[in-house]
C-alpha cells in the first residue's frame, strides 16, 4: 500500500507539473493565435481601406432621382436596405433629414437645377422639365436639361450679364476649386440657342455648363426598342460560315447550330446593320437543348475578339443567366450601342421571344469630347436606360409578350443602367482624386416608381381594363410591383455603397469623403390621366394664342404676347382679359366621379400662379414680370394639379374610367407613379443623407430645403456662395 501511495504520490506530481507546462505552452500557443488573428485583421483593413494620405475627392454629391425618405426609412427597418450599406451607413454615421422640401414643382430638371444652384425655380428660370422660352416662336418648347440657367436677355436674344442663378460649380472653379460631373443635370457642355429661332444666338455658353470632366447625359441614338417572337419555323441550318466563326470564338454547339433573321434593320450614326440571331445548345446531355442565342451584324459576322471598349463583338445571351448581353454597333459615328435580351427560349425552337433594346449614345459635344472619349475607352457605350416603352408595350413587336416577360426586361434594363452610371462615377472619381467636388446622377428609383407605384385602390391593375380598381385589382401584381420599387431603392443604395467603396471609410466606418446623398423629388401614387388642351379647347380658347406646356401634373400656360414671343399676335388687352379667362377655366375643371372622389366633386388644380399683371399696359416689363413662383420663362398661368392626377399617361385608344361616360378630358393612364405637385406635400419630400470627416453632427437634423445644399457644399469647401443663393449652409459640421 505504501508503494501504491508513493508511485501514486509521484504520479499526481509528475501530472501536475506537466499541466502547468501544458496551460503555459496553450497560453503562448494562445497568444501566438490571437496576436496573428489581430494582425490579419489589421492587413486586411489597411489592405481594404485606402491609405491615409491617398487622394480622394473633398465632397460628393449623389442624387438618387425620385428617393423618398419614407420608403427609406421603412426599407432600412425592415431590412430591405442594409442599415450597414449605403443610405444606412450615411445615417448611422452622420445626419439625415426628416424632410427636405424640393423646388416647385417637383419635376427633375427643376429640382435639379435648385440643387445646383441653391435657388428656386423661379429665381434660377428651369420650371419644368419641358417648357416655352418666351424668345422662342409660339409653337417652340425647350427641355428643361438643356435651357439656360439663371435665366438670359430677351432683348436680342443673347446671354444674361446679370444671370439670377449661378451654378454651383462655376463660383467654386473661380476660386481655384476642381469639379467633376457625371451626368448631372446643367453640367453638359452645351451651348444653348433659342429653339424654333433660326440662325439663333448663343444664349448660355458651353463654358458655364461644363467643369474639369463632364460627362454629360446620354441621347437617344435614333432607333427605339422593338420586340421579336419566333419559331423553329424561323430558323434554319446556319451558314457554314457562321459555324466557322463560332468555332474559332470558341463557342461549342452540342446540337446543329441554327440561324434566323430577325428581319431588324436599321440605320445609326450613318451605319446600316442587319441584325441576325444564331442558336447554340451549350449543354452536353445528348438531347436538343437550346439554349443560347448569338446577336450579330450580317454584314460583320461573329469575330472571334479580343474586344476593345467600346466594341463588344457579337451579343451572347444564355436564357437562364435572366440577364441582357450589350451589342455596339460597330461603326456608327455616335459611337451608339443596344442590347439583347431573351425573355422566352423554349429548348426546341417552338418559342423564342426577344427584346432589342433602343440605341443610345453620349452627346459629343466639343467642351467635353476628351471627357467622352476616356468614358468610352474605359467605361463603354451609353448603355440602354429603363425603357417604359417596353412595359407598356408602346415600342413594336410586344403586344403579345406576357407581363411577367416585360417587367422581367425592365428589371434587366434597371440592373443594367445603374451598373453603367455607377461605374462612370467610379471612374469619373478615378481619374480626378484630388477633385473638390465630384456631382454624381442616378437614375432610379425614379422609373421604377414611375411604372411600379401601385399603391392607390383607385389605380387600375390592368391599364386596359377601368374595372380592375378596388376589390378588382389584381392583388397578387399589387404585391409584385412592390417588389420592383423595392428593386429600384436597392439598386441605387448599391451605388451609394460602390462609391463609399472607392472612397474608403475609416475604423468607425464614416466615409472618408464627405459624401451627401440628395434626391430631387418624392414620389406619389396617381389613378387618372387629364387632357389640358382638350379642356382648354372646349372652354373656347384659341389654339393660336392660348397653349398648355405639360410636364407630369404641373403646366405653364402661355399667351402669345405680342411684343415678347417673335409671333406674338394677343394684343395687352387682350392678354389681361385671356390670363382671367385661363384660370377661371382651372378653378373650374373638377372631377364628380364617385370612383375616384370622395364627396360630390373635387377641384383638380391645387395651386394656381398667375404671371403678375402690370398694371400700366405700356410697361415695358409686361408679360415679363416674375413672382415667387413665376420666373422669366415660367407659363403667364403656372398651375399644380392635386395628387392622383397627371397630364401624362393618356392611353391610344383613350380608355374610360369606371363611371365616366365621356374620356375627351379624364381617361385611365398606363403608368402610376409621379411627381411633380406642391413639393410641400409629405410624399414630395426629397431625402438627404449625409456622412464624412468634416460632417461632426449626428442624427436627425429635421426639415431642411433642396436650395440649402448649395450653400452646404461650399461652406465644406470654404468658399462663399454667391449673391444669387437663396438657400442657407446646414448646420452639420458641428
Excluded at 227 to 251: C, D, H, P
Excluded at 396 to 403: K, L, R, S
Aim: glycine fraction near 8%; charge should be positive; charged fraction near 15%.
Amino acid at each position: 500500500m505504501s508503494r501504491y501511495l508513493k508511485f501514486y504520490g509521484i504520479n499526481q506530481a509528475l501530472r501536475s507539473l506537466w499541466q502547468t507546462l501544458r496551460n503555459q505552452l496553450l497560453l503562448r500557443l494562445s497568444l501566438v493565435v490571437l496576436v496573428t488573428f489581430f494582425f490579419s485583421l489589421t492587413v486586411h483593413a489597411i489592405a481594404t481601406q485606402p491609405v491615409a494620405n491617398t487622394p480622394r475627392p473633398k465632397v460628393i454629391l449623389i442624387s438618387l432621382d425620385g428617393a423618398t425618405p419614407d420608403f427609406v426609412e421603412e426599407y432600412l427597418k425592415a431590412g430591405v436596405l442594409s442599415r450597414r450599406k449605403g443610405l444606412g451607413l450615411l445615417r448611422r454615421e452622420g445626419v439625415y433629414a426628416e424632410r427636405n422640401i424640393t423646388c416647385s414643382a417637383s419635376l427633375t430638371a427643376a429640382c435639379h437645377v435648385a440643387i445646383g444652384t441653391g435657388s428656386t425655380a423661379a429665381r434660377n428660370d428651369i420650371n419644368a422639365n419641358t417648357f416655352h422660352l418666351v424668345a422662342s416662336p409660339f409653337a417652340s418648347n425647350i427641355s428643361g436639361f438643356g435651357a439656360p440657367i439663371g435665366g438670359y436677355s430677351t432683348i436680342g436674344p443673347a446671354p444674361s450679364v446679370q444671370p439670377t442663378a449661378e451654378p454651383v460649380w462655376i463660383g467654386l472653379q473661380r476660386n481655384g476649386k476642381q469639379v467633376v460631373a457625371a451626368t448631372f443635370p446643367g453640367a453638359d457642355g452645351v451651348d444653348v440657342r433659342v429653339p424654333g429661332l433660326a440662325n439663333s444666338p448663343i444664349i448660355q455658353p458651353a463654358s458655364r455648363r461644363t467643369v474639369s470632366y463632364t460627362v454629360p447625359f446620354g441621347a437617344f441614338a435614333g432607333v427605339g426598342a422593338r420586340g421579336f417572337s419566333l419559331t423553329a419555323a424561323n430558323f434554319s441550318s446556319a451558314s457554314s460560315q457562321i459555324v466557322t466563326q463560332l468555332n474559332n470564338a470558341g463557342r461549342i454547339s452540342y446540337s446543329p447550330i441554327q440561324q434566323a433573321s430577325l428581319d431588324d434593320r436599321f440605320t445609326v450614326g450613318g451605319i446600316s446593320y442587319d441584325i441576325q440571331v444564331a442558336a447554340l445548345d451549350t449543354t452536353n446531355d445528348r438531347r436538343t437543348n437550346y439554349d443560347t442565342l448569338v446577336f450579330f451584324d450580317a454584314q460583320i459576322g461573329i469575330p472571334a475578339g479580343p474586344f476593345s471598349l467600346p466594341a463588344t463583338g457579337p451579343a451572347y445571351v444564355r436564357v437562364s443567366d435572366r440577364q441582357s448581353s450589350l451589342f455596339y454597333l460597330e461603326g456608327s459615328s455616335n459611337q451608339a450601342g443596344t442590347a439583347f435580351y431573351v425573355s422566352n427560349l423554349a429548348p426546341d425552337l417552338s418559342t423564342v421571344r426577344i427584346a432589342r433594346y433602343s440605341a443610345n449614345a453620349i452627346p459629343r459635344n466639343p467642351a467635353v469630347q476628351t471627357t467622352v472619349d476616356d468614358i468610352l475607352s474605359n467605361v463603354g457605350f451609353w448603355s440602354p436606360q429603363p425603357d417604359f416603352r417596353i412595359t407598356e408595350r408602346l415600342s413594336p413587336g410586344f403586344t403579345t409578350f406576357p407581363d411577367l416577360e416585360l417587367e422581367a426586361i425592365y428589371e434587366d434594363q434597371v440592373q443594367l443602367f445603374v451598373d453603367y452610371q455607377t461605374r462612370l462615377a467610379l471612374r469619373a472619381i478615378n481619374q480626378n482624386p484630388n477633385a473638390d467636388l465630384v456631382l454624381v446622377y442616378i437614375e432610379q428609383p425614379d422609373g421604377s416608381e414611375h411604372q411600379f407605384l401601385l399603391t392607390d385602390r383607385r389605380q387600375p391593375s390592368d391599364p386596359t381594363n377601368p374595372s380592375t380598381i378596388g376589390a378588382g385589382q389584381d392583388r397578387a401584381k399589387v404585391a409584385r410591383y412592390r417588389t420592383y420599387v423595392q428593386t429600384g431603392y436597392r439598386a441605387a443604395n448599391r451605388a451609394v455603397q460602390r462609391i463609399i467603396n472607392a472612397v474608403g471609410t475609416n475604423r468607425q466606418g464614416r466615409p472618408n469623403s464627405n459624401i451627401l446623398v440628395v434626391s430631387d423629388h418624392g414620389f406619389s401614387a396617381f389613378h387618372t390621366a387629364v387632357n389640358l388642351n382638350n379642356y382648354l379647347s372646349r372652354r373656347g380658347f384659341d389654339s393660336t394664342k392660348v397653349r398648355a406646356v405639360t410636364s407630369g401634373p404641373a403646366v405653364n400656360i402661355y399667351i402669345n404676347l405680342q411684343g415678347r414671343e417673335p409671333n406674338g399676335v394677343v394684343t395687352r388687352a387682350e392678354y389681361a382679359t385671356l390670363q382671367r379667362q385661363i384660370i377661371i377655366a382651372l378653378r373650374e375643371l373638377v372631377d364628380t366621379n364617385p370612383n375616384y372622389v370622395r364627396g360630390r366633386q373635387r377641384t383638380i388644380f391645387d395651386k394656381i400662379y398667375p404671371r403678375p399683371l402690370s398694371a400700366d399696359l405700356n410697361d415695358p416689363k409686361f408679360g415679363l414680370t416674375t413672382s415667387e413662383f413665376v420666373g422669366q420663362d415660367t407659363g403667364d398661368v403656372f398651375a399644380i394639379m392635386r395628387e392622383g392626377y397627371n397630364f401624362d399617361g393618356t392611353q391610344n385608344p383613350v380608355v374610360t374610367r369606371l363611371g365616366d361616360t365621356d374620356n375627351s378630358v379624364f381617361s385611365v393612364p398606363n403608368f402610376y407613379g409621379a411627381h411633380g405637385y406642391d413639393p410641400t406635400i409629405p410624399n414630395l419630400s426629397a431625402i438627404f443623407y449625409a456622412a464624412g470627416p468634416d460632417i461632426k453632427r449626428r442624427g436627425n437634423i429635421g426639415t431642411i430645403r433642396n436650395i440649402d445644399i448649395a450653400p452646404t457644399i461650399n461652406s465644406l469647401l470654404n468658399v462663399p456662395s454667391a449673391s444669387t443663393v437663396q438657400g442657407q449652409a446646414l448646420n452639420i459640421r458641428n
